[in-house]
């Protein structure tokens, strides 16, 4: 993380071990730390409730005192067409707040594509101090550049891309347009990050990701059983994309 020149990672989908937090304080990285609320989860049933608390007042308790750690992230990737989640999920950043009034309640969220834009329509904005958003423009759908037509609101809430980017398998190469080349992975953030530098509702983001990482149920030609949407393979192999992101941030002024 040093060598990328970024000052500022995501911890997701679950609690991390506390040595990272520490090692963070040491090196002046700016945390976001989160519990796993994520896709399914029936937020109606009380005893995932009593989870949820106990999850969040676990994290915070032991992490509340390292100065790293900026943002306490209540959910990932949720619906926001449920009733029940919406009703939910703003009683936990209050719980958040409840413990710790000292940080910023954020929520890892999903942006609507409509005829005026791209724009946030989740309820649980008005809840949070800062809105995490995940898109995968240019990867699963859309080109890279296309966040460039979200609907800027410099004086709404701050947001953070909380994830972006796409897979490619080291040293698989070809041209900008070949999915899982490190050409086609460059080329989207490439593409991201001139997007997003121009929003001024942006306050940061949070390439996904850094390292591959095992996934099972990730089985085509390319992936074997791993997630390939790291800048470093698992073996600690620079791709392309590394190397597009070192120029962003040390381009900017941070």
């Known amino acids: 993380m040093d060598e990328l020149g970024c000052n500022y990672a ?3 989908h679950y609690p991390h071990t506390e040595k990272m937090a520490r090692r963070a304080d040491e090196e002046g990285i700016l945390l976001w730390e989160e ?14 409730q009593k989870l949820y608390r106990q999850q969040l007042r676990e994290l915070i308790q032991r992490d509340w005192n390292r100065a790293s750690v900026v943002l306490w992230s ?10 029940t989640r919406n009703e939910v999920l703003p009683e936990m950043a209050d719980y958040v707040r409840d413990l710790d009034d000292t940080r910023l309640v954020t929520a890892a969220c999903f942006v609507d594509e409509t005829d005026d834009g791209i724009v946030l329509q989740d309820p649980l904005e008005e809840h949070l101090d800062v809105i995490g958003i995940n898109e995968y423009f240019g990867w699963y759908y859309g080109d890279a550049d296309d966040m460039e037509h979200f609907q800027d609101n410099p004086d709404g809430t701050p947001v953070v891309v909380s994830e972006t980017g796409g897979g490619a398998k080291w040293g698989n190469h070809g041209s900008e347009e070949d999915r899982w080349t490190e050409e086609f992975q460059a080329e989207i953030y490439r593409g991201q990050t001139k997007a997003l530098s121009e929003i001024d509702q942006i306050a940061g983001m949070s390439p996904w990701i850094l390292f591959d990482f095992r996934a099972p149920l990730r089985q085509s030609e390319y992936q074997r059983g791993y997630n390939r949407k790291g800048v470093v393979d698992q073996r600690g192999r620079k791709k392309q994309a590394f190397h597009v992101l070192r120029e962003f941030y040390e381009s900017e002024e941070l």
């Open 10 to 12: 995501r911890f997701a």
């Open 35 to 48: 519990i796993p609320p994520y896709h399914n989860i029936n937020f109606g049933d009380e005893e995932v």
């Open 74 to 83: 209540i959910a990932n990737e949720t619906d926001h067409t449920d009733e």
